[in-house]
């Protein structure tokens, strides 16, 4: 792990007010910042740890558990929301027995609402991002958001039936 993130420290750690970037590249190297690397960037950098969780648990782009091989980032912006984004979110955890933020236990799936993926003329819409894959899946129902995810566990090898048992 020091090996990734020793780069990272070389180009970034000299700037002032570079702890953002240092953890947002820290996070695309390892797909999340777990506690050992911040105490790492910590030591390296003289920043206190208890900031660096701060600012990593502030911002809702940094994770700290591993998030699955396809992120659904579901919007519950205005326009989702007044298109029942709620049923779509309740089909979605019901499926897949996560809610907001958890991952499925076979690490497939990542769940995220999102305030607003700026597709309003879409509502309700989920993106799907994992496995060079960043797709924007609109007019959303319950039955046609579980068929999405039975589709991708499905081409993954797997059954989005079987991600919740």
């Known amino acids: 792990m020091e090996q990734l993130i020793d780069p990272i420290l070389a180009e970034y750690a000299p700037a002032p007010g570079s702890l953002i970037t240092i953890l947002q590249k820290t996070q695309d190297v390892l797909g999340y910042l777990p ?3 911040l105490a790492y960037i910590s030591m390296r950098t003289g920043i206190a740890l208890s900031k660096i969780y701060g600012v990593a648990t502030f ?3 940094f994770r700290l558990r591993p998030a699955g091989k396809y ?3 579901l919007c519950k912006g205005t326009a989702c929301h007044v298109n029942d984004a709620s049923a779509i979110a309740e089909a979605v955890s019901e499926r897949l027995g996560i809610a907001d933020g958890e991952t499925t236990p076979d690490g497939l ?4 609402i999102v305030a ?4 309003c003329s879409l509502a309700p819409v989920m993106m799907v991002r994992g496995q060079g894959v960043e797709e924007v899946h609109g007019h959303l129902t319950r039955a046609s958001v579980v068929k999405l995810i039975d589709g991708i566990a499905a081409a993954a090898g797997g059954d989005a039936k079987e991600v919740s048992a």
């Open 116 to 119: 607003c993926l700026g597709c």
């Open 71 to 73: 992120m659904l980032m």
């Open 35 to 37: 506690e050992n690397a």
């Open 109 to 112: 799936f990542t769940l995220n």
């Open 59 to 61: 911002y809702t782009q």
